[in-house]
C-alpha cells in the first residue's frame, strides 16, 4: 500500500471516528438562511430572547442550542452548504432549517425538494423575506417584486418611526422592530391565511407569490417564548 493510500485510510478512519462521537442534542436548531443581513439578524434577535428568557427557568425547559450561519449564495449552494455545516458540526442538530428566497433564482423549486430529501426543513419566501417582515403589519397576496416589499416597508417605518424611518437592511434589531404590537404574532396569522391555499392544494412555491413558509419556523422558535 503506497502512502498516498495509506493516509487516505487513515483520514477517512479520523472522520469517521468524529462522526461516531456526535451525540444529539435536544432542542437544538442549525439555521441557514441565503441572506447575510436581515435573515441572520431577524433570527438573532430570537436566539437573543430565547437565552435571556430560559435563562432565569432552566428548571422548567431545557434552552435550545440555536446556532444560526447567514451565507449568501444561490438557493441549490446553499443546500450543500447547510450540508458540509451539518457533517461537520460537533453535535447532531434536532432541527436544521434553511431559509431563502425565491428572487430571481431558477433553482428555488428543485433547492427545496434537495433540502427537504435531505431531512431539512425549509423556511421560503417568494419573491422576498421582506414580504414575511410586511405580514408583521399588514395582509397583502399581491404578487410584487422584492423591490415593491422593501417600499412598502419604507413606509411601515417612516408611519412607526421605526429605526431611522425608513428600511435597512441591517438593523440589529429588526426582530424587536417588527414586533411592535405584536407583530411577530400578526405575521403568524396573517401567514398562514396566505398559505391555506397552498397547505391544501400544493404546488409549485415558484408559482405560488406571494407566499412564505418562514412562520413554521418562528412558531417553532417562539414556544420557547412562551409563558
Known amino acids: 500500500m503506497g502512502a498516498d493510500d495509506l493516509f487516505k485510510k487513515r483520514r477517512e478512519a479520523r472522520k469517521q471516528r468524529l462522526h461516531e462521537y456526535k451525540t444529539p442534542k435536544a432542542n437544538s436548531f442549525l439555521i441557514v438562511t441565503e441572506g447575510k443581513c436581515t435573515e441572520p439578524l431577524y433570527f ?79 423556511a421560503w419566501s417568494n419573491q422576498s423575506f421582506e414580504y414575511w417582515l410586511y405580514l408583521h403589519f399588514n395582509y397583502s397576496d399581491s404578487a410584487l417584486h422584492r423591490e415593491d416589499w422593501n417600499i412598502k416597508l419604507d413606509e411601515i417605518f417612516k408611519e412607526y418611526n421605526l429605526g431611522n424611518g425608513m428600511y435597512q437592511k441591517n438593523y440589529e434589531d429588526i426582530y424587536n422592530m417588527v414586533n411592535i404590537y405584536d407583530g411577530v404574532n400578526t405575521a403568524i396569522k396573517n401567514a398562514k391565511r396566505r398559505m391555506a391555499d397552498f397547505e391544501k392544494e400544493g404546488g409549485k412555491p415558484s408559482e405560488y407569490n406571494p407566499g412564505t413558509t418562514v412562520y413554521k419556523l418562528v412558531e417553532k422558535l417562539k414556544y420557547y417564548l412562551s409563558e
Open 44 to 122: 438573532k434577535g430570537m436566539q437573543k430572547l430565547i437565552k435571556t428568557k430560559i435563562g432565569g427557568m432552566i428548571e422548567v425547559i431545557e434552552a435550545p442550542h440555536i446556532d444560526i450561519h447567514g451565507e449568501g449564495c444561490s438557493t441549490g449552494k446553499l443546500i450543500e452548504i447547510t450540508e458540509r455545516i451539518v457533517k461537520e458540526a460537533k453535535i447532531i442538530y434536532q432541527n436544521v432549517w434553511v431559509v431563502f428566497d425565491k428572487d430571481e433564482f431558477n433553482d428555488f423549486d428543485q433547492a427545496i425538494k434537495d433540502g427537504i430529501a435531505k431531512g431539512y426543513k425549509i
